[in-house]
């Protein structure tokens, strides 16, 4: 598999000049991916379902603006997190996480080593703020290094670095607090 960003600049380029088609290796590329930030940033299956394929669609209708000398991939996140703000904005207050896990492929002995671990988890990244929950998405389920948080969310890396600092603290808290916890 090649690294992100590899042969984006191809693929949009030929979008640009009115291949559709050619943004299909960038839809494969970042789905995954961005479907788990939307799912740990919505707790909500269906959710982040729409607030992926939103954010695709409005990449592709926004590709000219999109500025070849930036990463494609910083560019791209920034709209799906935009899109999850969004969703989690129009939900009604303390709507439920929904029990499925985001990812389809795993089989059974992987969802029953990781559903109450994960359950735990998403439980309390609900109750963190948004900025908190943000950081720790794309730090540790989206595996992006400082810099690119910081071109993703807009803020200095030393910004990001005591976010995220606050934010494991924060979560560790939450699970410390959680019925059956260690203590």
Known sequence: MTEPGD????WIARCLRGDASAFEPV??????VLFSVAYRMLGNYDDALDATQNAFIKAYEGLGGYDPERRFFSWIYRIAVNECL???????PGEQLDERLPDAEDG??????????SASIDAALVKLSEEHRLVLVLRHFADLSYGEMSDVLGIPEK???SRLFEARHRLGELL???PGAQR
């Open 176 to 178: 410390r607090l959680e």
């Open 159 to 161: 910004t990001v670095k």
């Open 86 to 92: 969004n969703a989690r904005r129009a939900r009604r």
């Open 108 to 117: 059974p002995q992987e969802i029953a080593e990781h559903g109450e671990r």
């Open 7 to 10: 042969d984006d600049g191809r």
């Open 27 to 32: 839809v494969q590329r970042y789905q995954r």
